[in-house]
């Protein structure tokens, strides 16, 4: 039997405490043996291949680094911050480095934790210390291979991270900022490179993108797995222009009084506005709502669906949220419409016509975000003009949405919850479930209407304390400023392809 070290487990530093002693209360030590080990350089290399021997990399800086089935060759990063790579986890075996400190001991013939004491500590970890303990030894990999392929038992809440690429790693990889342990980790994704698309949302940890042909995708950056969504020529007034060898070479883009000609790359800047991703209890699996320009209807599919959906007239969407099993839209003069797509057929139903003091283009960004308590809070953010002509986040307002009096009422502030606004999903999150959050303070990325217009402009990332209206930043400034950086809240659930054959 394969035995795990203490000194083993004190390697996963960023661990919290109380289940690092958790965990070391319930490791029986006897019959200790100590070796001499090679000084281990700073820089620890996993390599998920096991043909190949393990090396050591420069020790320029603290990182960890954990690499898929591929040669390629290690990348130094900036040494600006402790910095980490995490690629995908779905397929990865994990393997234990025998040189970890100068002194290691090694406990021999002592029982191991029993598999379900494992599973129920690991499953209380955030995703980059669930990776590093299946790295430990074959008990801990056990449990989180059996964690990993039942997510329902894993039930720890995600701190939200930050995604952006960075000319300093290839096109295909995404870094992943984390703001619970201030950390940066780079994940290699599958093609088309992630720097080609663009990013038009996330959600419960599964970004939308669009391809260089327009095309969109599912793409969970945690597990790697990428979903393609209906081909675009299933919207309806998307037609598709052939060339001789009947290939599609060009987009045609129908309205209500005019058609015109797109490139293939060229037609997602004037037809996908935001997309948004939703739990389908129907079957287990997600819904994608999409708002399309140019006059921000929408339309949806579920994942295995050959064709995109137009839900029944309406327009002027601006923001969507899914709660009590319907599709709430919100428009930008104040109505709110619900949908239930459970059914056959769709219909649009009028919650309110108009909220008495609705959030305008002329006050800012509206978004629609569900508490913890289960209120429906609508926000405000505005924007000041900076000396280069840029917008930046000044001033964030939140408000509680009474439906039954069709008014919003000003909350002051946040007290103890934290908001997460941009391009992503918003999120309303308790402070005191994530403790490495700044409570009463909104966390925002750029959210331009027409973000991709302005590829080279500096983005407005930060964060604003709603208590005393200061903004400070989340890190210093890594990000390229095209593709935009997005919120993304990690989750390592893989979708069963298998069932929508």
């Known amino acids: 039997m394969e035995a795990c070290s203490v000194a083993r487990i004190m390697s996963l530093g960023h661990l919290d405490l109380r289940i690092l ?7 029986p030590g006897s019959h200790m043996k100590f ?7 700073e820089t620890e290399t996993v390599v998920q291949d096991s043909h190949r021997k393990f090396r050591e990399d420069p020790p320029l800086m603290e990182a960890e680094t954990v690499v898929p089935n591929s040669y390629r060759k290690f990348r130094k990063e900036p040494p600006r911050m402790e910095t980490g790579t995490v690629v995908q986890i779905s397929d990865r075996k994990f393997r ?6 100068e002194t290691e ?3 021999q013939n002592s029982p191991e934790l029993p598999l379900d004491v494992l599973m129920d500590i690991f499953a209380q970890l955030e995703i980059p210390d669930f990776i590093r303990a299946g790295s430990v030894c074959s008990a801990w990999r056990s449990a989180c291979t059996i964690l990993h392929s039942q997510p329902e038992h894993y039930k720890r809440r995600q701190t939200p991270c930050l995604l952006y690429t960075s000319e300093s790693v290839a096109d295909n990889v995404a870094c992943l900022y984390s703001l619970a342990e201030k950390r940066v980790y780079n994940i290699t994704l599958p093609d088309p490179p992630i720097r080609s698309r663009y990013l038009l949302g996330s959600s419960h940890g599964w970004l939308v993108t669009a391809d260089d042909k327009s095309e969109l995708h599912l793409l969970n950056p945690i597990t790697g797995q990428q979903i393609a969504l209906p081909p675009v020529i299933t919207i309806e007034h998307v037609k598709p222009v ?3 060898a009947s290939a599609i070479s060009k987009y045609e883009l129908w309205d209500d009084l005019d058609v015109a000609i797109h490139d293939l790359d060229k037609l997602r800047d004037c037809l996908y506005f935001r997309a948004f991703v939703f739990p389908d209890p129907s079957t287990g699996s997600y819904i994608v709502v999409v708002t399309l320009f140019p006059y921000s209807r929408l339309l949806f599919a579920r994942v295995g669906d050959c064709k995109w959906t137009l ?5 002027d969407y601006e923001q969507c949220i899914h709660m009590d099993g319907l599709l709430y839209a919100f428009t930008r003069t104040g109505q709110i419409d619900a949908f239930d797509l459970t059914g056959p057929t769709f219909t649009r139903n009028v919650i309110a016509d108009e909220m008495e003091n609705y959030i305008s283009g002329m006050d800012g960004w509206m978004y629609a975000v569900q508490a913890p308590c289960g209120d429906l809070l609508q926000v405000c953010r505005g924007a000041e003009v900076t000396e280069d002509i840029l917008l930046e986040t000044d001033k964030i307002m939140v408000y509680k949405a009474d439906m039954s009096a069709k008014k919003l009422v000003k909350m002051n502030g946040l007290r103890d ?5 941009g391009r992503s999903q918003s999120q309303c999150l308790s402070a005191e479930e994530y403790p490495q959050l700044k409570t009463n303070c909104v966390y925002f990325t750029d959210d331009d209407t027409y973000i991709s217009r302005y590829k080279n402009n500096r983005r407005d990332i930060g ?16 990000w390229c400023n095209w593709p935009n950086p997005i919120w993304i809240t990690p989750n390592i659930t893989r979708m069963n392809m298998g069932v929508y054959k």
């Open 96 to 101: 234990e480095d025998p040189s970890l400190m």
């Open 35 to 41: 070796r001499i080990d090679p000084p281990l350089v």
């Open 242 to 244: 052939l060339d001789d």
């Open 311 to 315: 839900l029944p007239p309406g327009q």
């Open 463 to 478: 964060i604003l304390n709603l208590e005393n209206g200061s903004r400070e930043e989340i890190a210093s400034e890594l």
């Open 21 to 27: 002693h958790k965990l070391l209360a319930l490791s």
């Open 105 to 107: 001991t090694v406990v």
């Open 417 to 421: 919850h934290v908001l997460f606004l």
